[in-house]
């Protein structure tokens, strides 16, 4: 059974940095788009950023505005999200997911496309 394993996440003052990590621990990355979503309590499960199975392509929602920015190391099946400038808007359970894809160009924005999640992993930005 395919798994994606979160780690990184915690508690951070108002303009501090995180780095979020997802492994797979049974499938390489290389043939999967991933995506990294959010939910706070009492709101929508929201996209946060995406990236292609080549990690050519990458989306980053606009809240994002230039803070985050998702890397993968393909190689060691390993996918990143950096997080910058943080604020309490962000305080969330951040989840990664993946899903097949045949597109180098291209991924998932919403939630239902992807079949293989993470168990979450919780950002709390407060001082």
């Known amino acids: 059974q395919v798994q994606l394993v979160e780690s990184g996440g915690g508690l951070v003052q108002p303009g501090g940095s995180l780095r979020l990590s997802c492994e797979a621990s049974?499938?390489?990355?290389?043939?999967?788009?991933i995506g990294w979503f959010r939910q706070a309590p009492g709101k929508e499960r929201e996209v946060v950023s995406c990236?292609?199975?080549?990690?050519?392509?990458?989306y980053s929602a606009d809240f994002v505005q230039g803070r985050f920015r998702t890397s993968r190391d393909n190689a060691k099946k390993t996918v990143f999200l950096d997080l910058a400038r943080l604020g309490p808007a962000d305080n969330a359970t951040y989840y990664c997911?993946?899903?097949?894809?045949?597109?180098?160009?291209?991924?998932?924005?919403?939630?239902?496309?992807?079949?293989?999640w993470g168990q979450g992993t919780q950002v709390t930005v407060s001082s």
């Open positions: 049974t499938f390489t990355l290389d043939t999967y788009a």
């Open positions: 990236s292609s199975k080549s990690g050519d392509y990458t």
């Open positions: 997911a993946a899903e097949p894809s045949t597109f180098n160009y291209g991924c998932p924005k919403i939630a239902s496309a992807y079949t293989t």
